[in-house]
């Protein structure tokens, strides 16, 4: 089994910031690419940020420049720092990962359960 936690969701103010955390425990692969997703009321899931055994990484073109997305290899966790928060980034924010084969994913993707980011004044 797989479990990812995430933590660090919280409300804050319009030009704050919040760290968000994930931790994968279980059977997935060290080897893997792990990456946030967010989704408001009424709207699809949306890819924030991901970032692959390599360090690799892909942003949503919204947040570029605000938010950063970081990993542990060691502690199978990833990190999304963020900055300059606007009210159009709250969401629930969710923790992704999937394992590498030698080529491409290997397996399913795995989720967290989410936590809650609410920007207001």
């Known amino acids: 089994q797989v479990q990812l936690v995430e933590s660090g969701g919280g409300l804050v103010q319009p030009g704050g910031s919040l760290r968000l955390s994930c931790a994968a425990s279980?059977?997935?692969?060290?080897?893997?690419?792990m990456g946030w997703y967010r989704q408001a009321p009424g709207k699809q899931r949306e890819l924030v940020a991901n970032?692959?055994?390599?360090?690799?990484?892909n942003y949503l073109g919204s947040v570029m420049g605000r938010f950063t997305i970081s990993r542990d290899n060691g502690k199978k966790s990833v990190f999304l720092q963020m900055d300059r928060l606007k009210p159009e980034d709250t969401a629930v924010y969710y923790c992704?990962?999937?394992?590498?084969?030698?080529?491409?994913?290997?397996?399913?993707?795995?989720w967290g359960q989410g936590t809650q980011v609410t920007v207001s004044s």
């Open positions: 992704g990962a999937r394992s590498e084969g030698r080529v491409g994913f290997i397996g399913p993707m795995y």
């Open positions: 279980g059977s997935i692969s060290s080897r893997n690419t």
């Open positions: 970032i692959d055994n390599s360090g690799d990484t």
